[in-house]
Structure formats: C-alpha cells, structure tokens
C-alpha cells in the first residue's frame, strides 16, 4: 500500500514537472521582442542623451535581459504618466521598473524586483525656518511620490510636474518650496542646477522594491520574464549596477555634475592645509 501511494506521489510531480518544462517552451518561441516604456527624464535609471539614445541603469539592465534570452528589446520613453498610460494601453509590453502600489495594481502585474528605491521630501532652507508643513509639495504626475502623499499626507497641497527635470527646475526658479523625489534622481537634478546648497534634505519618506510590471492580465509575458530574469549573468548585473551608482572602478556620467563642486573644494582644502603646515614648519 506505502509503495503504490510513493509511487502515486512520483508519478504526479515528474507530470509536474514535465508540464511546467512543456510550457516553458512553446512560450519562449511566441516571444521575439519587448517593448519596455519608462521615464524620459529619470537619470540615472531612464533617460534621452544628446542625440536622443536611451541610456540609464534600467536600459542597460534590460538589455542585458535581452541578450540573455535572444530577443529584441525597444525602448519607448514618455514623461512618467505616459510610460504608464503605454503599458496600459498596449503600446509596450513592459513598464521598466516602478514601486506597486493598491492603485496601479488595477492595471498592471507586477514581476522580479530589479533594485531597491528611497525617496525624500526635500524642503528650502528658507521654508524650513518658517514653517516646515506649510509649503505646498511639488511631485512628478502619475509617480508613487504622488500616490504616497495623497494617501500619507492628505494634509499638504500638491503641485504636479510631467517629470523630475521640470520639477527641480520649478525650485531653482523659486516656483515651489518643497518637493519629493528618488533619491539619486534628486541629487543628479539639484547639483545641475546649482541648488543644493539651498536645499536641505528634510525627511527620507520610504524604501521599497523597484519592479518590473506589465499590463493586466499578460500572464504569458509575466511568466517569460520571471524565467528570463534568472539567465541574466549575475556578473554582468553586479557590473551594470557599478556602472550607474558608482563603484572603485567605475565614474558614471550622470553622477558627474554631483560630485563636482565638493571635490573641488576638498582639494581646495587640502591645498590650503599643505600651506597652513608649510608657514607653520609643521609639514616635515
């Protein structure tokens, strides 16, 4: 009796498995491209260079998913609420990396995580001495910043931008007093136009998984790219990573214009103690 329900029991997962391994197949075959929408203005994840090429951490990784699985990947960049509005209207296959939320979860299923992702109400240091709560806050239109201040901070005004560019531009000009944003696209922004120096960096709002999503119901998609995410070499995922967020090896473009101004005057500083020592006889 223990033997015929042991060999019950393997008969039923080697038909498992045979079936999982016999849809797996057939899949790979129907799928030859993705098209992948995301963020024109969204450095160092997404964005449009000189000559209008995509270029940022989520391209390169997605290209890398396309080489690993032998298929055609093509970009489509929009302002943020247009990369959602393209995967929800069919236009492309996959939205590059975004944060699930309840509301987005009505049209999009959400896949492999691709990294982790913070963002940050920034406030003016002349804001935060008079009151803190009163700025209304600008936020990038269809961004999980605006979904998390809806539902988090009901109590603060918003102001919405097409992206993070406009945005940060709008506090260089002095339109808005308060912003939110990812951490890394913030800083790119802030050093590009001169104001971080103005801006102080009030309050870290949350950490949560950057995934990758596709319309509702594509579970065919979805499952391709589940088993896909697994062939990507881990080498060359850790050397795109350093790549774009910096590594001993490695010094993105993007970042360039952040770090700048301050190793300008570290060596400015250095200098300055080489000569303070050397009036001083002290430098022996």
Same mark, same amino acid.
């Given at each position: 009796m223990y033997r015929l329900i042991i /060999?019950? !029991?393997s008969t039923l997962l080697f038909v498992s498995l045979m079936a999982g391994n016999a849809v797996s197949v057939p899949l790979n075959n129907r799928v030859s491209r993705l098209v992948i929408a995301h963020d024109t203005n969204y450095p160092p994840f997404s964005y449009l260079d000189e000559s209008n090429t995509p270029k940022g951490y989520l391209i390169d990784i997605w290209k890398a998913f396309g080489s690993a699985n032998s !298929? &055609? !990947? @093509?970009f489509l960049l929009g302002t943020w609420q247009e990369s959602l509005d393209m995967v929800k209207e069919g236009k492309a296959d996959v939205h590059g990396g975004l944060i699930y939320s309840g509301e987005r979860d009505h049209f999009l299923d959400y896949g492999p995580t691709i990294t982790e992702l913070s963002s940050h109400l920034y406030t003016m240091k002349d804001a935060i001495n008079g009151n803190e709560n009163s700025p209304a806050v600008g936020v990038v239109k269809g961004g999980y910043e605006e979904y998390y201040m809806r539902t988090k901070r009901p109590e603060r005004?918003? /102001?919405l931008f097409d992206d993070n560019k406009v945005m /940060? @531009?709008?506090v260089a000009d002095g339109t808005i007093k308060a912003f939110v944003a990812d951490q890394p696209t913030g800083s790119y922004y802030m050093n590009l136009y001169g104001i971080r120096g103005m801006v102080k960096n009030s309050k870290r709002l949350y950490s949560k998984p950057m995934r990758m999503a596709v319309g &509702?119901?594509?579970?065919e998609i979805l499952q391709f790219i589940s088993y896909g995410w697994m062939d990507i070499d881990k080498q060359e995922l850790k050397y795109i990573h350093g790549k774009w967020f910096m590594? @001993?090896?490695?010094?993105p473009d993007w970042l360039l214009p952040c770090i700048g101004v301050p190793v300008l005057i570290l060596i400015i500083g250095i200098a300055v103690r @080489?000569?303070?020592l050397h009036a001083h006889g002290l430098d022996s």
């Open positions: /060999i019950y !029991i !298929i &055609e !990947i @093509k005004a918003l /102001i /940060i @531009k709008a &509702e119901g594509k579970h590594s @001993k090896d490695s010094n @080489k000569m303070w």
